[in-house]
Structure formats: structure tokens, C-alpha cells
Antibody
């Protein structure tokens, strides 16, 4: 299993970014996927999950309405669209694999993360 | 939300000695299917998290058998039978029983 995130960067408050996570080593569409973030020097915070088909999505209250998770199974790629960014969204964003197409809360494999910095 | 409380938050351990980390939830983590979705992760310095234990006590492939998980309902424990230098890092518990998924604050293990 390999998960490679990209798309992070420096953005002003109120701005947008789209994160990507390219997966390999497993049949991507057979597994739900998630995003977890870690603010500098802080602990882990779950952000969002999506089913294997992409039909079901789940969000933390802190990002609901601002972030959108999606996937393109033909490209083995997971996305996280970040809108209306706030300073407190600054974090390393990890993508992680779940245990089945509609099996959540397992996070058995993780990428190395992509850093999002929200600052003016 | 399911708040998970870990203790201690800092754990200095002598090489070769055992270590134990507690994770407590205010509510039972038993899901309607009867399974308890309590997971332990290790995050070594500068690395991404790695899953060690899932469903309370199941060790992931490649995880040394000195790591073990136990507990039920609201009280869970990660034990390391003999700490080695490579065990330095932060350990997190996570519950996957209810949305939102939640993590404990993390326990930093260091060598004395």
C-alpha cells in the first residue's frame, strides 16, 4: 500500500486549496478512505471519510460546509477541497485507508502528509 | 463526541522495562455488531502514524509481540512488555465506534 498526498501550500485566510492523495498497491475502489490532520506540535484530528463508491461522506463538525471529500476511482485518487480556510486549519493533512468499502474507523495505512499553512 | 482520555501524557521508561498507557472513554465503545472499535497508533518522531492494534487487542502485521492491547467497554490499555529504543514516539488511541472518529490526546514515550 502506498498513499502519496500533494496539494498543500501557503494560503491566505478565506482562500481555497485542493489536496490529492494517489493510492497504489491495492484495489482503490474496494476501500473507504479518510483524511486526518495534525496541527504543528499537536495531536491527531479526524477530518473526513468517504465510502469506496464515493456515495457516502462524513465530516467533522469543524470542517462541515467548508471542506468536501471526493474520489475518482478511475484515477485511484482521493481529494479534499478546502474552502473558506481559517488560521486554525493550518496542519499536516494525512490520507489514510480504511478496512473495506463501507468500513470506517480503521485507518490501517497512512500517507506521509501534505502541509497546509493558512496565514496572511 | 466520544472524548478519549489518555494517561499518562508523558511516559519516561528505562530500556528493557515495561510500559503501560491507559485510554478511557466516557461511553461504551461497543458497536451494535458487538465489536469494540478501539485502535492504537504509534507516531515516531518525524513520521506518519502507524497502526499497531485494532479492535482492542489485534496486532497488525509486522508489529512486535511486545506490544499488546486489552480492555473492554470504556477502559483500554496498551502495554509494551520491554521497551526498546525504537519505541520512542507518541501513542494515540482512537475510537471508530461512532461518528466523529476521535483520538486521545497522545502519550509521549521517552527513554530515561
Amino acid at each position: 500500500v502506498q498513499l502519496l498526498e500533494s496539494g498543500g501550500g501557503l494560503v491566505q485566510p478565506g482562500g481555497s486549496l485542493r489536496l490529492s492523495c494517489v493510492a497504489s498497491g491495492f484495489t482503490f475502489s474496494n476501500y473507504a478512505m479518510g483524511w486526518v490532520r495534525q496541527a504543528p506540535g499537536k495531536g491527531l484530528q479526524w477530518v473526513s471519510d468517504i465510502s469506496g463508491s464515493g456515495g457516502d461522506t462524513f465530516y467533522a463538525d469543524s470542517v462541515r460546509g467548508r471542506f468536501t471529500i471526493s474520489r475518482d476511482n478511475s484515477k485511484n485518487t482521493l481529494y479534499l477541497q478546502l474552502n473558506s480556510l481559517r488560521v486554525e486549519d493550518t496542519a499536516l493533512y494525512f490520507c489514510a485507508k480504511e478496512a473495506g468499502p463501507e468500513s470506517y474507523g480503521h485507518l490501517d495505512s497512512w500517507g506521509h502528509g501534505t502541509l497546509v499553512t493558512v496565514s496572511s | 463526541d466520544d472524548v478519549l482520555t489518555q494517561s499518562p501524557l508523558s511516559l519516561p521508561v528505562t530500556l528493557g522495562q515495561p510500559a503501560s498507557i491507559s485510554c478511557r472513554s466516557r461511553q461504551s465503545l461497543v458497536f451494535s455488531d458487538g465489536i469494540t472499535y478501539l485502535t492504537w497508533f504509534q507516531q515516531r518522531p518525524g513520521q506518519s502514524p502507524r497502526r499497531l492494534i485494532y479492535k482492542v487487542s489485534n496486532r497488525d502485521s509486522g508489529v512486535p509481540d511486545r506490544f499488546s492491547g486489552s480492555g473492554s467497554r470504556t477502559d483500554f490499555t496498551l502495554k509494551i512488555s520491554r521497551v526498546e529504543a525504537e519505541d520512542v514516539g507518541v501513542y494515540y488511541c482512537m475510537q471508530g465506534t461512532r461518528w466523529p472518529l476521535t483520538f486521545g490526546q497522545g502519550t509521549r514515550l521517552e527513554i530515561k
